[in-house]
Nanobody, 125 residues
């Protein structure tokens, strides 16, 4: 079993930055594939970024490339999402997700078996 707890969300002005954290309770955190998704009001949940376990690779949605950076600290069982140059379209609940098995497509939410409760990010213009 894996439990995920996100933190770091908040209200920020456009152009600002936030760093989201996702703390995981898992004995084999370093091997977990981890992802961030977001869901804006009235919209479907969408992929944001992902990072593989073991041999680390990162993936990003086209809409966030160059502004978002995903990273992990295996010693702290934590994955981070650094968000820069925020704009109002980034307003959403951001969810952390994890998978105990190797994921075929990191961008597909159904591939992940564990989810956090989400953290709200609100960007004012």
């Amino acid at each position: 079993q894996v439990q995920l707890v996100e933190s770091g969300g908040g209200l920020v002005q456009a152009g600002g930055s936030l760093r989201l954290s996702c703390a995981a309770s898992a004995r084999t955190f370093s091997s977990l594939d981890m992802g961030w998704f977001r869901q804006a009001p009235g919209k479907e949940r969408e992929f944001v970024a992902a990072i593989t376990g073991n041999i680390v690779r990162t993936y990003y949605a086209d809409s966030v490339k160059g502004r978002f950076t995903i990273s992990r600290d295996n010693a702290k069982n934590t994955v981070y999402l650094q968000i820069d140059s925020l704009n109002p379209e980034d307003t959403a609940v951001y969810y952390c997700a994890a998978s105990l098995r190797v994921i075929a497509n990191m961008r597909v939410s159904d591939e992940y078996g564990y989810w956090g409760q989400g953290t709200q990010v609100t960007v004012s213009s």
